[in-house]
């Protein structure tokens, strides 16, 4: 198990002329964790997240960073905000020069990165979520989404330890919430830490290692999602609904049906539950194959000429760079999100499928359609596809 990052003990905190708004809270985080801070509106999620990388500071208790206490001096606390980058709910309220380039460039200068670094970290933060070209844009003129990114970029210029999103897909259309979530996924299979604040339920549930419920101002539940939000009661108690697949799982077996004990957690893994409750069987005994394509080391032409000639086969692109790298070629695809998963479901079906993506994923990819053959007694075939050029023949 990896080491604790983020650490609290006992921390209270009172806004000046308000109410205790965290009232005694302990907690730990693991680095690489990915944890939601799920409570309704009011319950001190925000605050708690203001504590975390040092804006306010607990009237008592200890807050730790990598095992040491937070300290509140200038240069801690600049240390701290390089390591713990916060993102807010509104970009608008985060985004403040007249071009996407200053902007993500605000904190490496207030470290004092020399030119050339600042120059780097900007690129390489743009080229990260997929804003290469945007330096010169007003941030006025950009999307929503489009914002969020550049938000986003501005602290991982900084190339922090642990990212914290408030409600991070808060005013975005459902794509713009799936573009995000993935990459938060991208970032924490690159060994960031991520925590989230949300009311979301639905969309905590099938992303986080670990949730926190918080109500007013302390910890009503901390643990895995089912579990989290396993109870009817803390649920009630905390204004939240049940996640609809926990929910489905809980129907069926007071109807006595025989199911996993592992609770769903997506499409695919209820598709399992129903397959045994109903057929007693778990997939088909021919699955597709799952194809994994590294968009680094693409030949992208003789890619495209490849799939044209496998019109049959479904197309996935995960991460930011590999669904820009698809869009430049004009390759349409399948999924953009979800997409381990919504491929198993086609092998399931005897479907084939190729996912487009970058080094830094491949791994995960092979470890989840690995996992899910062993729980399930089924073996789909997963691949590094060849050079495309050797397939073009
Ligand atoms: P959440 O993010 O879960 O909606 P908050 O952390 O924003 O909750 O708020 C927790 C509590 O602290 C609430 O009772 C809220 O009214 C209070 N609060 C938040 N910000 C302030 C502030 N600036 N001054 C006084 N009270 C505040």
Sequence with gaps: ???????????????????????????????????????????????????????????????????????????????????????LQNPDRQIIAPTVYQDVAFGPVNLGYSESEVKAAVGGALRYVGLEGFERRPPHQLSGGEKKRVAIAGVLAMDPDVLIFDEPTAGLDPSGSEDIMELLDELNSQGKTIIISTHDIELAYPWADRVILLLGGKILQEDIPDVAFGSPEYV????????????????????????????????????????????????????????????????????????????????????????????????????????????????????????????????????????FSRENGVNIPVSLLPEASENTE
């Design 1 to 87: 198990m990896s080491s604790i990052i983020l650490e609290a003990r006992d921390i209270r905190y009172r806004y000046p002329r308000g109410l205790e708004a965290i009232c005694g809270i302990s907690f730990h985080i693991r680095k690489c964790e990915k944890i939601a801070i799920v409570g309704p509106n009011g319950a001190g999620k925000s605050t708690l997240m203001l504590l975390f990388n040092g804006m306010i500071r607990p009237d008592s208790g200890i807050l730790l960073f990598d095992n040491e206490p937070v300290r509140y001096d200038k240069s801690s606390l600049r240390m701290i905000r390089k390591r713990i980058g916060f993102v």
């Design 236 to 371: 009630r108690k905390a204004h939240l609904s049940m996640p609809t697949l926990l929910e489905l799982y809980f129907e069926l077996e007071k109807r006595g049906f025989s199911l996993p004990e592992r609770k769903p957690r997506t499409i695919l893994d209820m598709l399992n539950v129903i397959d045994r409750a109903f057929h007693n069987r778990p997939c088909c005994s021919e699955p597709g194959a799952i194809m994994v394509y590294n968009v680094d080391l693409a030949e992208m032409d003789s890619f495209r000429a490849w799939l044209s000639k496998n019109p049959e086969l479904s197309i996935g692109a995960m991460g930011t760079r590999a669904k820009q790298r698809a869009m430049d070629y004009q390759i349409t695809m399948d999924f953009t999100y979800g997409v381990i998963d919504k491929c198993i479901l086609k092998a399931l079906l005897g479907e084939g499928s190729v996912i487009l993506t970058t080094e830094s994923m491949v791994q995960r990819i092979f470890d989840r359609v690995r996992d």
